[in-house]
């Protein structure tokens, strides 16, 4: 592992500051994250001017405003940004997720004061271009369409909405046809000139700088008097789990997203899972990964191996500063749609139920302590993981004792955790095949015979 920098308590004009040495090769990383994600367009503020919306009728919004900060800014065009960036063969991106945007600089050593300069341009001074506004609109209707062609993604977008109800993670980053109709360059000025403060940034460095010199970069281009972000707090939003009924329908959901001429199904099946931080997070990490989370794992063995109904077969437990969601996805063909989904309700049944066997649980333990070290192996995982952890409330202690963590988890602590986690009778379940043929399939599975089943047509979002 590169060294890591010691801790020192910055001054009063130093930035807080996440940062992992390495200088083994000249290459710098500067990262400024926005504390704000895309879960803020659920429910639009005041700020904004806009009266009485709907929940969800920005979604987006984020997404559009911190693209376009990239499309110009400082006086630039994008074109002269773009050939600036070139110029020194740097790299220069903003990424919107539900959670947070990351603005991002990589660059040699001798180029990344003149990148963030760049960077420090597109954070701070963006152009907001009508011209170029209006290419983004029309980029991001686009993408919608090309989506649309994509059934994995297509079958996720409506997993969530369908897993994730009226809580924020359910909007798509990337907006809808009607909420795109919305954005506007005036809003995205409001927007920025709300979120985009220095109490709402988190900065990260990896690479060949030490503190001093990391610092002194910062300062020039983001935190110095003549640099800073206006004064401004965290925008945080409210991610807590939307509120559930007393007497919720212990009932399967699913949801079929009906696009013609289908000859292969995609089937995300889950519930909402523990937060990262609560004390049953870790016992179901380990043991989802157990029944899905490796190429041996039972839901791989059972669906693929013995029976070759899905050339993969996996189940995931998100993280988030949100609760996430335990997902499993499959993709057989047209024909095997219901065999496959029968299978999967069957395991999942018998996973919650009747638990794991001995050597699973040594099995996962020991492959979730052992592949942990790739995740930290250079300075720019190890950057990612740290702002993720602070951005999510979790001890930054996970980078280097999570082994130690998984290794006290015991057979009991898990068997509480599925107990109070995992719910067999309502699950979700997303499939995007062709309705008229899965229906038949789907009305002969006996774990359906009381489920809500509704078909959508594929484009209606």
């Not at 949100?322 to 029968?342: D, K, Y």
Request: with cysteine.
């Amino acid at each position: 592992m590169a060294a890591t920098s010691k801790k020192k308590q910055p001054s009063s004009t130093q930035a807080k500051l996440i940062l992992e040495q390495n200088h083994s090769l000249p290459l710098c990383r500067v990262q400024v994250t926005l504390r704000t994600g895309a879960a803020s367009d659920a429910k639009p503020g005041p700020e904004l001017g806009l009266g009485k919306l709907p929940d969800g009728a920005m979604a987006g919004l984020c997404n559009y405003v911190t693209e376009l900060q990239r499309r110009g800014a400082g006086g630039k065009t994008r074109a002269q940004l773009e050939d600036a960036i070139d110029a020194l063969g740097a790299s220069v991106q903003v990424l919107c997720w539900h959670d947070s945007v990351l603005f991002e600089a990589m660059a040699l050593k001798e180029h990344i004061d003149a990148a963030c300069a760049i960077l420090a341009d597109v954070l701070a001074r963006p152009d907001f271009s009508q011209s170029e506004s209006d290419k983004l609109r029309r980029e991001l209707d686009a993408n919608l369409d090309d989506l649309r062609d994509d059934d994995g993604s297509l079958a996720g977008r409506f997993f969530a909405r369908a897993l994730y109800g009226s809580h924020p993670y359910a909007l798509p980053v990337g907006g809808t046809h009607d909420s795109i109709a919305r954005y506007r360059v005036d809003l995205a000025r409001t927007w920025f000139s709300h979120h985009l403060v220095a109490g709402n940034v988190v900065y990260g460095v990896s690479g060949a700088l030490g503190e001093d010199e990391a610092q002194a970069l910062l300062a020039r281009h983001f935190t110095g008097a003549a640099k800073a972000l206006p004064a401004g707090p965290v925008r945080d939003v409210d991610l807590s789990p939307p509120p559930v009924a007393k007497k919720a329908r212990r009932r399967l959901r699913v949801v079929v997203v009906d696009k013609p001429n289908r000859t292969q199904s995609q089937i995300y099946m889950g519930q909402l899972a523990p937060h990262w931080r609560d004390a049953h997070y870790l016992p179901l990490l380990v043991s989802t990964t157990a029944f899905g989370g490796t190429f041996t794992a039972r839901l791989m063995d059972e669906v693929r191996v013995k029976r070759g109904l899905s050339y993969g077969a996996s189940a995931r437990l998100g993280q988030g500063r949100g609760v996430r969601g335990l997902v499993v996805h499959v993709m057989p063909s047209a024909e095997q749609t219901g065999e496959t989904l029968e299978l999967i309700l069957r395991l999942y049944r018998e996973w919650a139920e009747g638990g794991l066997r001995p050597e699973e649980v040594a099995f996962s333990k020991g492959y979730l302590q052992k592949s942990h070290a790739f995740t930290i192996q250079t300075a720019d995982d190890r950057l990612a993981l740290r702002t993720r952890l602070l951005l999510c409330d979790m001890p930054q202690g996970y980078v280097t004792d999570f082994p130690e963590r998984i290794a006290a988890v015991d057979e009991k602590a898990i068997r509480q955790a599925m107990d109070a986690c995992l719910h067999p009778d309502e699950l979700v379940v997303t499939l995007v095949a062709t309705a008229k043929n899965v229906l038949p399939q789907l009305a002969k599975i006996a774990a359906l015979k009381n489920a809500e089943i509704e078909v959508l047509p594929f484009d209606s979002y």
